[in-house]
């Protein structure tokens, strides 16, 4: 089982990567947001291939963007992720039931669930998002309030809460974020002009890739240092 401090470290940075993404998808980028986007040094030597790949992709865009490419990306913003609510060949529309509804339409089954789903958790997401809750924005947002709450679960030292914020995670993952955002990320690839926004697919699919599996090894973790019945704990990662 990881310390204290190493759970917090990685649990803070998995939030933040959560709310950072969400920011992206949420809007166009502003000069705010490029400018503190120029100061990272993104690592692109090491780490899984999507994610290596996209940073590459954002730290040569940055580094040779102007005061145009403001505009560049907005146009690729709206042609990418706006529309009509229908999806189409040529668009990858960030709503769940885009993707998982037979008609293909907006604020279906998936949508329900998820309504359904916030109003249980005591989830309420950030107002300066106007998109229906199944927007990615909004579920990467929802995945970064868990991740907190397992923070403030684990500083109670409430290790079966721990746990139980780490279930509610992985569910969320398979039940939600895996059966749609894959096919986006390739739609993304796919539509989009400016290799900022592919840089922003490669890195959403490789990091979900590994948050998965990283939330999967907490719980195991966890489980077994705590005594936690390991028949049932293999069942959950199973799913």
Not at 148 to 159: E, F, N, V
Request: net charge negative; aromatic share 12%; charged share 25%.
């Amino acid at each position: 089982m990881p310390s204290r401090e190493q759970f917090q470290v990685l649990t803070s940075g998995r939030a933040n990567t959560y709310e950072f993404l969400s920011r992206i998808y949420g809007a166009e980028l502003d000069a705010e947001l490029m400018r503190r986007m120029k100061s990272i040094t993104f690592e692109i030597d090491s780490g899984p291939h999507d994610i290596r790949e996209g940073y590459r992709l954002w730290t040569e865009y940055l580094a040779s963007s102007a005061e145009d490419s403001l505009s560049a990306l907005a146009v690729d913003y709206a042609r990418i992720f706006i529309g009509t609510a229908k999806k189409s060949e040529t668009s990858a529309y960030p709503y769940e039931s885009v993707y998982t509804s037979e008609t293909g339409l907006m604020k279906q089954e998936a949508w329900d669930d998820i309504c359904d789903l916030y109003r249980r958790e005591g989830f309420a997401r950030n107002c300066t998002l106007p998109e229906p809750e199944d927007h990615i924005a909004a579920e990467f947002q929802y995945l970064s309030f868990l991740c907190r709450k397992s923070l403030q679960a684990q500083d109670r030292g409430d290790t079966s809460g721990t746990v139980e914020c780490l279930i509610k995670q992985k569910d969320f993952q398979y039940s939600h974020l895996l059966n749609w955002i894959p096919d986006l990320c390739s739609d993304i690839l796919g539509t989009a002009n400016e290799d900022f926004y592919k840089g922003l697919a490669l890195i959403t699919r490789g990091f979900l890739e590994l948050d998965t599996q990283c939330v999967s090894d907490l719980i195991l973790s966890f489980s077994e240092e705590n005594g936690f019945p390991a028949p049932s704990v293999r069942n959950i990662l199973a799913k």
